[in-house]
């Protein structure tokens, strides 16, 4: 089910919200044109910026003013028009603060001059700008715009340099217009500029006809943007347009809360929440299948992507689990096996698909590495992943062979847009083994299987008691659900494992029980100590001594070895809180321009949010900051640099602290779980035994005591909008 919706907010026109991405013209804002004298400051990240705009007055230039704000790459010389207020600083005097900009152009011959000839045009300087205005007069942006030949009859200028100052003035113009389009539709200046970034000129006529297409396209626009972009268009509130929007942005929303598709009962109830009429939704969803925008089965709405990918995973599945296959003999030495664990190294060679979970403890590590150990034997193919850098770097380590991530392995290709390896070029192995699979979403899950060669074996390793997949879909716990295949589950936990509090502690979570600190004067491997505290404040301040001790008593780097986990993002100890204090106590801030809004500094700890194929970097991949230069941020992860321009810096957030739920996959050498009944909405079980495994040496829980008991007491079960189960039953029967 989908959480609770917020509150109904009364008629279409009056319950808008304002939106990041979104500016209001509100009543105190005035307008400052002129031209771009020079830029003062700006940050590393290039969000802020502190320019010196000179005002256009009956053709003269007037005294210079200060602007401050997202300014994006402005440059001297460029004709603005500023939206904004004025505002006095102690320091710096009176400043003019933007809430948007666009680029103009002058009308005037002498800020035509100061336009052409301030560098912003290739291939024309202040002389050869002054000529052109002498021979054209005020007619000389038009010229170059509509008569580029014309530009010949000026000396020193031949066909090719004609040819691209007019592409280079009718880029600018067609900008100018765009921008100036967009932000009389309220937009801010980072959603315009994405906007343009995607459409280019055709931009407006995208907006016009369909506002709420863009808003599913671009990042940072919702439902309630579009509607008040709509609005601003005239758009009726019961245009199908705007159902066909809603829609969308449900099925989007059921994707981003895990689920593969939504039903019709979540649409209307939906809608309904939005104040869009839900009469008109069977129309609205066969106009979007007609478009297919949406693939419609039974009561499913499903994206079309999703619905292939599920489809794709259940026949794979039924295949591989379907195919006979000849026994062979089992190589292998290790004599400390258990009956069980030699078992699941029996399977893994006579079967084509096997699942293998257990808890911490229970001897999945030296499982896996007995069944590579048997394959190699035999002279078999091996191939190992994970579904992130650190779980294939741990995977490694533990098998004694190269592991890499999914994506790496199935060999992204940026010049298509897809996988090398899929059902035309499999991946060439006779074994390939999936670590951390309970992270496999539908979607990875789907480009996985498509490369599995017929003749392979693949086997699945994972931990179905950890949080379920960041993505959509449950692909690993349908599958052990569905009994279509070898499925088996190791439950000893072995006696050097005993030893360890963290694993003593993540298996009573799943009993219900709190965890049992390491008793008081002790200290081995896999410490576990508990510090109660109830208040937000004084919580955040143990947070930042008990980092600092950790780093005295266990040796360990507060940043590079120790993870602080929260559940949630906003609030008083969620991780964007949790990130400032951190950011300045443990990387404090250089000298910057005051006022400028915080930024990622040199050493800082970050996180990737999303796929990057083109980067080769994923979500949840962690990174450190290694410099900041013109306006691109440096990331070194796994020891392999990636660069960040200024519009792409919302790819990446501090990560000083993580929600549990961005941390599945990864291992650290110590953890500090920060629980609060704040989060009550989230704690749960798999929340706190996801957030104990992600530790080897120390974790400290740090929080409420009862947070701490709720969490271990409550066993929900996350459940999802998914077919797959059906189908693999339908399939198998």
Known sequence: MFPKKPERQGAWNTRLIDSPGIVGSQPSEEVLEGVVEDVLFRSDDGRFAVIRLATDKDDELSPSHTAVGDLGQIAPGENVRLMGRWTQHAVYGARFRVTSFTPTIPSTEQGMIRYLGSGLIPGIGPALAARLVERFGPETLDVIATQSARLREVSGIGKQRAESIAKAVRQRRVEAETMSFLHALGMGPATAREIVRKYGADAPRVVRDDPYIVAEQIRGIGFRTADRIAEALGIAGDDLRRVQGGVLHLVGKAVDEGHVFATRRQLHDGLEQLDVPTDALEEALQQLRTRELVTIEDDAVYPPPLYRAEVLVADALSTLANRPKAKQPVKTHDHTLSDTQRSVVEASLGTHLLVLTGGPGTGKTTTVRAIVQAHAALDRRVALCAPTGRAAKRLSEAAGIEAKTIHRLLEWNPATGHFNRNQRLPLEADLILVDEASMLDIRLASQLLAAIPPSATLALVGDIDQLPPVGP?????????????????????????????????????????????????????????????????????????????????????????????????????????????????????????????????????????????????????????????????????????????????????????????????????????????????????????????????????????????????????????????????????
């Open 473 to 733: 879909g449950q692909p690993l716990r349908d599958l052990i659900a569905s009994r279509i295949c070898t499925t088996i589950r190791l439950h000893e936990v072995f006696r050097q494992a005993q030893q360890s509090a963290i694993v003593r502690g993540a298996h009573a979570v799943l009993e219900g029980r709190v965890p049992e600190p390491t008793p008081s004067g002790t200290k081995g491997d896999g410490d576990l100590f508990v510090i109660a505290a109830t208040d937000p404040e004084t919580i955040t301040d143990l947070l930042v001594q008990s980092l600092r001790r950790m780093s005295v008593a266990y040796g360990f780097d507060p940043l590079a070895d120790v993870q602080v986990m929260t559940p949630m993002r906003r609030g008083p100890l969620g991780t964007i809180k949790l990130n400032e204090v951190l950011q300045e106590a443990f990387n404090p801030n250089a000298q910057q321009q005051s006022d400028a809004p915080a930024s990622f500094r040199r050493g800082d700890k970050v996180m990737q949010l999303r796929n990057d194929y083109e980067k080769e970097v994923y979500n949840g991949d962690l990174g450190e900051v290694i410099r900041i230069e013109g306006g691109v941020t440096f990331v070194r992860f796994d020891g392999r640099e990636v660069q960040y321009k200024a519009d792409e810096l919302d790819a990446i957030s501090l990560a000083y602290a993580c929600t549990v739920h961005k941390v599945q996959g990864s291992e650290f050498s110590a953890a500090v779980i920060v629980l609060h009944n704040a989060h009550f909405m989230l704690l749960n079980r798999a929340l706190l035994y996801t957030a104990l495994t992600r530790a080897k040496k120390l974790v400290v829980l740090l929080g409420d005591p009862r947070a701490m008991a709720s969490a271990s007491r409550n066993s929900l079960s996350y459940e999802t909008n998914s077919k797959l189960l059906d189908r693999l039953r339908s399939l198998a029967g």
